[in-house]
């Protein structure tokens, strides 16, 4: 049973547009909520993350949105660049074990120039 | 720059066989674990350690074993390759603080035939 569902499982956007990733889960024990960003050949990174005391969390181009009324959240990047085409993954963890993440299925970005 | 490593980078073996897919970091961290991805499939974690002789199994079911002798190496092993374990395996480690980030390495991907 899939507790965190992520889409589109591709997207691809223009250099300069915006991408938007979006997650949904159904545990109202998470309460950690990173991004993850992987590269061919690479392992994934963290790229941000959010606990729900917040709405949202913004780090450069990157911005995480969180509702948590409607369970869900959302990884948006400003001016797309080529250097952000990669896989990403959402993740979900509730209390002391942010380290137990269960992750989404993942997103294949495509920013072309 | 990884700081944890991953060997072998590929594998290609027959069924029946044994292997040992290797990985150490060198950050001194107590927790590490071992995640299996399949393409367009999210992370699935199969093992972690929280320190020197302490493992546990993870959401995903899986028939291979892990140790943990030296905080910095952390070996799976399966004991008999069967074309259904042909995967990606990833390990990664992190501090033991909250809301700390796993640092992955960039994974082993293993074919059995």
């Known amino acids: 049973q899939q507790q965190v569902k992520q889409s589109p499982q591709s997207l691809i956007v223009q250099k300069g547009g915006i991408s938007i990733i979006n997650c949904a889960y159904e545990n109202t024990a998470f309460d950690y909520f990173p991004w993850y960003q992987q590269f061919p050949g690479k392992g994934p990174a963290l790229l941000i993350a959010i606990r729900p005391d917040v709405s949202e969390k913004k780090e450069g181009r990157f911005t995480i949105s969180f509702n948590k009324s409607a369970k869900q959240f959302s990884l948006h990047i400003m001016d797309s660049q080529p250097g952000d085409s990669a896989t990403y993954f959402c993740a979900a963890s509730s209390g002391i074990y942010t380290d137990k993440l269960i992750f989404g299925t993942g997103t294949r970005l495509q920013v072309f120039p | 720059e990884a700081d944890i490593y991953q060997t072998p980078r590929y594998l290609v073996i027959g069924t029946g066989k044994k292997i040992t897919l290797e990985c150490s970091q060198t950050m001194g961290h107590d927790k590490m674990y071992w995640y299996q991805q399949d393409p367009g499939m999210e992370l699935h974690l199969i093992h972690y350690?929280?320190?020197?002789?302490?493992?546990e199994k993870g959401d995903l079911s899986s028939e291979s074993t892990v140790s943990r002798i030296r905080t910095e190496h952390f070996p799976l092993t399966l004991e008999s390759a069967r074309p259904s374990h042909t995967s990606q395996y990833l390990c990664a480690s992190s501090e033991t603080g909250l809301n700390s980030p796993l640092h992955f390495g960039n994974g082993t991907r293993l074919t059995v035939t």
């Open positions: 350690s929280y320190g020197v002789n302490s493992t």
